[in-house]
T-cell receptor, first 110, second 113 residues
Framework: GQQLNQSPQSMFIQEGEDVSMNCTSSSIFNTWLWYKQDPGEGPVLLIALYKAGELTSNGRLTAQFGITRKDSFLNISASIPSDVGIYFCAGQWDFNKFYFGSGTKLNVKP | NAGVTQTPKFQVLKTGQSMTLQCAQDMNHEYMSWYRQDPGMGLRLIHYSVGAGITDQGEVPNGYNVSRSTTEDFPLRLLSAAPSQTSVYFC????????????FGQGTRLTVV
């Protein structure tokens, strides 16, 4: 199956700091997606990327679709306590089949 | 807006028992899929469906059956539960229009003892 490497596994940051996480794949994807999961909930879509090189923002979140189509990053600026959660990248290549990274657990200290 | 609804939220089974996890969506999405999430791992695709009457296997299909008789519903069946199937199960749906954005239910936490 597809292999997605997501890093870092976890982060402990101070409120107000910027955050960066990324995903790399051994295979090309047509779409990259970034999700956030709160405890006891399903993943919620944050940003979707459809073209190589695409840079998309959603409030304090910015994500990019790598030129090689094998990687993507997510940046969060000026973190706040409600940013706490697990962030997942996902790649899609066929028939809406998604492959997920193992997640980045974000902890924000007030 | 209901979105994707999964039932039950929690379930404990004994080894060898069978059960069906229910999933329903009200967004008229053609694509539906089931994932399992284990500690420290991302979501892994079990089965998926591209429309009513059509299903296919994902990464980890063994021990699970699915059917898709309507657009709205996509149940996941465990015929003989095993402790290795202890996990959190998520159902997702997405549109057929090309924008590959999956919407997830709240999950079913299953424990097999």
């Amino acid at each position: 199956g597809q292999q997605l490497n997501q890093s870092p596994q976890s982060m402990f940051i101070q409120e107000g700091e910027d955050v960066s996480m990324n995903c790399t794949s051994s295979s090309i994807f047509n779409t990259w997606l970034w999700y956030k999961q709160d405890p006891g909930e399903g993943p919620v879509l944050l940003i979707a990327l459809y073209k190589a090189g695409e840079l998309t923002s959603n409030g304090r979140l910015t994500a990019q679709f790598g030129i090689t189509r094998k990687d993507s990053f997510l940046n969060i600026s000026a973190s706040i306590p409600s940013d706490v959660g697990i962030y997942f990248c996902a790649g899609q290549w066929d028939f809406n089949k998604f492959y997920f990274g193992s997640g980045t657990k974000l902890n924000v200290k007030p | 807006n209901a979105g994707v609804t999964q039932t039950p939220k929690f379930q404990v089974l004994k080894t060898g028992q069978s059960m069906t996890l229910q999933c329903a969506q009200d967004m008229n999405h053609e694509y539906m899929s089931w994932y399992r999430q284990d500690p420290g791992m991302g979501l892994r695709l079990i089965h998926y469906s591209v429309g009513a009457g059509i299903t296919d296997q994902g990464e980890v299909p063994n021990g699970y059956n699915v059917s898709r008789s309507t657009t709205e519903d996509f149940p996941l069946r465990l015929l003989s539960a095993a402790p290795s199937q202890t996990s959190v199960y998520f159902c997702a749906s997405s549109s057929e229009t090309g924008r590959a954005e999956a919407f997830f239910g709240q999950g079913t936490r299953l424990t097999v003892v």
